[in-house]
Every structure is written in C-alpha cells, then in structure tokens.
C-alpha cells in the first residue's frame, strides 16, 4: 500500500479505522536465533513502533496492541522484568514524543497491578493524549477480556447501587464501562506467529472483527506483512449478520 501522511479530520476508506494486534512470536524468534526471550521481546518493540508509524501514515485511526496479559505474570521472573523495562522504556519515549508525532497513547488494563513508576507513566500518558486529536495507540497492559467484562459489571454495579445508573442496561451503555469506552471497535484483529486464538484480547469488542492469521513471527512483522492483511481484510464482505 502507498505510504501518504493523513492529517486530523481525514478518512482513507483503502484501510480499517481500527486495528488491533496479537503481539505473538518474540521467544521464538529469540530461540530461532540463538538468543535468550529477552532479546525477542527487545526486537518485537522497534516492530511496534515501526508499525505504530506506518498505521498512522497510511490513515488508520486507532491501534490496540496486547502488550502484556494478565497470564503473562506467570512467565518467569527474568522474562517479566525485561517486558517491564521496555515498556517503561516505551512510555518514556511516549511521553516525549507523542505531542510532536500526534500520536496520543492510552492504557487499557488494571495498572493497579503494576509498579508506582508505572502507573505513574500511565497516569502521566493520560493526561498528555487529552491534549492531542488524531491517531490513538491503545497498549493493553496487564490486560484480560474477560477481567475487563467483569471489572466493567463491577462498575455498573457500583454505579446502580448509588443511583447513578437506573438499570436499564444496553449493550451501548454496558461498552462505556469497559477500557475503551469512545472507541470504535476494531474492524480488523491480526495475530502473526502462527496461533489461530483470541487468548482472552478484546473478547467484547472483536464480536465482528475480521481475523487475520499468519506464520510470520511478530519481531519480522513490516508494514508489507500489514499491507497483506489489510488486502485480505478489503476482500472480506462484512454483513454483520445481515444479508447483501
């Protein structure tokens, strides 16, 4: 697909509004090569933030990527400090530039789970994305879908039982207590590394997302790899259960 920068206020109806990625392949790539996991997870976040780039140029609005699960705690220790630095290591870097780049960040996950230096970034990327429209990269972080359903009736709950909500519960009022309330659901999920699995991302909002899997590792994943994905996802006729 041909590279063109889309300002604030554009539509290009060549790709999906949202897409959301499975972030899968990092160890393996690691392990192809000799190297330790640390080092696959290193490589698969100069990916993300390659593709990051390219989803914004070529017009897509919104990018949701599962960064760390809520089952990821049980990966071992060492594993898990690695994820933590990049991602601390991200958020810094986020921070600093998402102003200039006009590519504003939130988090969607419990960051209640992670450390205070953490969830003082997440605190800090919050307040900066109020200050910027356009293209939004949504980091799912200590994230599950099925927490984030019942973390989101929790909150409903709550707010009945003080009189803030009357009861009446639609599927559009349930989908503001959720992380991504306001943002439109993705059109189009990709997994690379070869799994065909949701593995608990965005099981709310991916009820008509077009699934695109592929073998290729996610540390080799470059915007040619999203171009073949948003190909397969033009030539798929969405009827949202309907009839053409």
Request: hydrophobic share 40%.
């Amino acid at each position: 697909m041909e590279k063109r920068n889309v300002t604030a206020g554009e539509r290009d109806d060549r790709v999906p509004r949202h897409i959301a990625i499975i972030l899968d392949g990092n160890g393996r790539w690691a392990k192809k090569r000799g190297l330790p996991r640390t080092a696959g997870h290193a490589a698969g976040s100069e990916t993300f933030r390659k593709i990051a780039y390219y989803c914004r140029d070529i017009g897509v609005e919104y990018l949701t990527i599962y960064a760390f699960s809520t089952e990821n705690w049980k990966r071992p220790e060492g594993e898990v400090k690695t994820i933590m630095r990049l991602l601390d290591k991200y958020l810094h870097e986020a921070i600093d530039t998402m102003e200039r780049d006009g590519m504003k960040m939130r988090i969607f996950g419990d960051v209640s789970g992670l450390s205070p230096e953490l969830q003082a970034l997440a605190a800090r990327t919050d307040e900066i994305a109020d200050r910027i429209d356009g293209f939004q990269v949504n980091v799912c972080l200590n994230y599950g879908g099925r927490d984030e359903i019942v973390q989101a009736a929790r909150r409903y709950a709550a707010d009945v039982a003080a009189g803030r909500a009357d009861g009446e519960l639609s599927e559009a009022q349930f989908a503001r207590y959720l992380y991504s309330a306001n943002v439109p659901d993705p059109d189009l999920l990709i997994r690379p590394g070869g799994e065909q699995r949701l593995s608990n991302f965005l099981l709310w909002q991916c009820a008509y997302a077009e699934f695109y899997f592929t073998d290729v590792l996610w540390p080799d994943f470059t915007p040619e790899e999203l171009d073949k994905a948003i190909a397969a996802f033009r030539s798929r006729d969405r009827r949202y259960g309907g009839v053409k």
